[in-house]
Every structure is written in C-alpha cells, then in structure tokens.
C-alpha cells in the first residue's frame, strides 16, 4: 500500500535533511508518494507567504507529514511559521524521545539515558499575545487552559501506560505563577490519580534542569508547559549529542507533523554538514505511525550501526563526514 506523506522541506539545513531522509525512506522499499510544498523562505519567494495555504489543502488530505525545520526572524519580523502550524492544525502534543545512541561519544555516554518529553504544543507564552501597554512597556500573555493542560498530561500518562514505562514527572514554576502554572499541575495531578499504576512526581523546571544534568538516568517521562519544553528538550538533546540527534513529533486527534527538535542551523547551511540522524529518527517514528513497523526498525538499526562503527559520523558529533557520506552509510547498512 502506498501511503501519501506531505514533505515540507523548511529552510537553512531544513532541504538537506530532507533530502536525506527521503533517499534513505526510498533506500528500505516503502511505497511514498510525497506532496512536496515549501514553507519558509522559499514559500515567501514564490507566493509572498511563509506558510502558503497549499500546506493546509495537502496536509487536508495526507493528515501526515514530514517537516524539515523553519528559521523565525529574532525580536522583529514575521511570527513563526512552526508555532502556526501546531496551533491551526491543533498538533497539541509534542512527542521529544531522547535516548543514547550505542557507539557515540559523549560526556554521558556510560549513562543510560532513555527519557521521553511530553511538550505541550499550542498556548502557554507561545500564544503570541503581546502588547506595548505604554511606551518601554510590554506585555506578553501567559495562556495555560484546562483544555490543553488536562490532554496533554492525558497523553503522557496514556503513552506511558503503552510502553511499560513507570514514572510521569510534571515540570512547572507553580510557587511563582502560581495560578497559570498551578492550574497545569492541578490538571497533572487530576489525571495522574486515574494512573495509579504509573508513579508521579513534581519538580519546579530550575531543579529540573539541574537534576536532568547531575542525573538524568533518573528520569522517564517529563511532561511540562510550552516554553519549559522547548528548553528541557534542547537542555536533554545536549546530554545525547546534541540536537543533530533528537527526534520529535507533533500530535493532534487527526494530523501528525514529524520535525527534529533542531533549528534551521543557519551557521551551517548550504555546507553540506548537517547531520541528518534527527531528522532520521523522526521519519523512523512516522513510519511506525503508519504501521511500518518492520521499515521503522530496519532504518533505526541501521543508523545505530553506522553509530556503533564511528567512521561515518557528522562533524556536530566528532566525525568528519558530511550529509552525503553519512546517508551512504546509513543505505549501506540497511
Ligand atoms: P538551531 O537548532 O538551528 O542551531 C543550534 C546549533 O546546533 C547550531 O550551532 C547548529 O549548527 C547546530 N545544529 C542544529 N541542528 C543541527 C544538525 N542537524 N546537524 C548539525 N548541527 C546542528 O538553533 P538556533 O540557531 O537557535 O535557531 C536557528 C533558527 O531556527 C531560528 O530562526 C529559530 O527560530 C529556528 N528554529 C526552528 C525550529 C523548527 O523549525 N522546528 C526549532 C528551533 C529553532
């Protein structure tokens, strides 16, 4: 069965990721018929939009895609194209596994870490509610609902339960917000008591961040706020080799957008030096949604080994190979 995926490239490495990701996808067999559609600079170029409406007519009838990352202007220009995307196609989980990879050095290669992010997706300070009140005055709206709140501990501790994991931790800053942050623990703690099979815990996000650097073979699954997630998630991939490495996915009740956890990295872009492996290993995730189990393996094996080998590797994670040479290997070794 051919299964039809929309391919949104992104900018900066975004393309190249992509690309690689494609040929590797194409490299196991499995049947895809891509809808590719540009987003980002490319998009503005031809049709004056960053996220043209032909993202939402192909993803109207793929429900699935494969999302290369996006650059936003910095304290000026246009909103972000990823915060739009999650927010109008209501991706309200956003799914961070974060695990070493066998082979590949780090400062905490000897720890095993296997922790998994649940990032809430749609509100929080990234509801994009800002205001100058009076001038050298401004106002940025911390949004939290019982809505998003109780759904995605829901998928926390639903997800937990699939995969016999055994411990949910909240991460929030309640002893200052306390009504924002405290109504998202209130909504952990109402669902946490309908799991009492999976342990829970609470930790303040400053202690968080520094127990997931003293210890974080301690950890399971963390679910957090918008903005608490977006730092745990590159705090975590630091520990795991950086964010050339970390996969991610954005969930809603009906569309799935699959994205690394990385930047458009405009440092290296164009150079041929990304490292795919995210990108990689989040395409490794979509084909497991899909119920291409036995791909999704075969794919996941095969990046290890070219980890395992070390010859191959990206410079991010000590090697001196490029996009290409690394992509070879991961084909080679299917
Ligand atoms: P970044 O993730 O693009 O880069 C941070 C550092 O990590 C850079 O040194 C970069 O070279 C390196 N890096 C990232 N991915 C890599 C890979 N696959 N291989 C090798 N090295 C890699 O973060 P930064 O610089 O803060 O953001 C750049 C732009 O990306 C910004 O405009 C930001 O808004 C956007 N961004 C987009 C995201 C998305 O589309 N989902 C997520 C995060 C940032």
Redesign the pocket.
Same mark, same amino acid.
């Given at each position: 069965m051919s299964h039809h995926i929309t391919l949104l490239p992104?900018d900066?490495?975004g393309p190249e990721?992509a690309d690689a990701t494609v040929k590797v996808i194409e490299a196991l067999g499995v049947d895809v018929v891509w809808d590719r559609v540009d987003i980002g600079v490319e998009a503005e170029r031809a049709t004056g939009k960053f996220l043209p409406d032909t993202v939402y007519e192909s993803l109207e009838k793929t429900k699935i895609a494969l999302k290369g990352?996006?650059?936003?202007?910095?304290a000026k220009g246009h909103p972000?194209v990823?915060v739009a995307l999650r927010k109008h196609l209501n991706l309200f989980v956003n799914f961070r596994p974060v695990k070493m990879l066998p082979g590949l050095r780090t400062r905490y290669s000897d720890v095993p870490i296997d922790l998994v992010i649940f990032r809430e997706n749609t509100e929080d300070l990234y509801s994009g509610i800002e205001h100058e009140v009076v001038t050298d005055v401004v106002e940025s709206l911390k949004v939290i609902t019982k809505t998003a709140s109780m759904r995605i501990a829901k998928a926390a501790f639903e997800w937990a339960v699939l995969e016999g994991r055994h411990k949910v931790v909240a991460v929030h800053k309640a002893n200052i917000m306390k009504m924002s942050d405290g109504l998202f623990l209130r909504c952990c703690r109402e669902v946490a008591a309908g799991f009492p099979q999976i342990e829970y815990g609470e930790l303040i996000v400053d202690n968080a961040c520094m127990q997931l650097v003293m210890r974080p073979e301690t950890f399971d699954v963390l679910v957090t706020t918008n903005l608490y997630g977006d730092i745990v998630s590159d705090l975590t991939a630091g520990l795991v080799g950086? &964010?050339?490495i970390v996969p991610g996915a954005n969930l809603g009740d009906t569309c799935a957008v699959f994205? @690394?956890?990385?930047?458009? @990295?405009?440092?290296?872009a164009g150079k041929g &030096?990304?490292?795919?492996t995210?990108l990689m290993q989040s395409a490794r995730l979509m084909l497991s949604r899909l119920g291409e189990r036995e791909a999704a393996r075969r794919m996941q094996k095969a990046i290890e080994a070219v980890y395992a080998g070390g010859k191959h590797l990206?410079h991010?994670v000590g090697g001196s190979a490029g996009t290409k040479e690394f992509t070879q290997a991961v084909i080679d070794k299917l």
């Open positions: 992104g900066g490495i990721v990352p996006v650059g936003t202007p910095i972000s990823n950086g &964010l050339g994205e @690394a956890v990385h930047g458009s @990295a405009p440092d290296i &030096l990304a490292n795919p995210a990206t991010d």
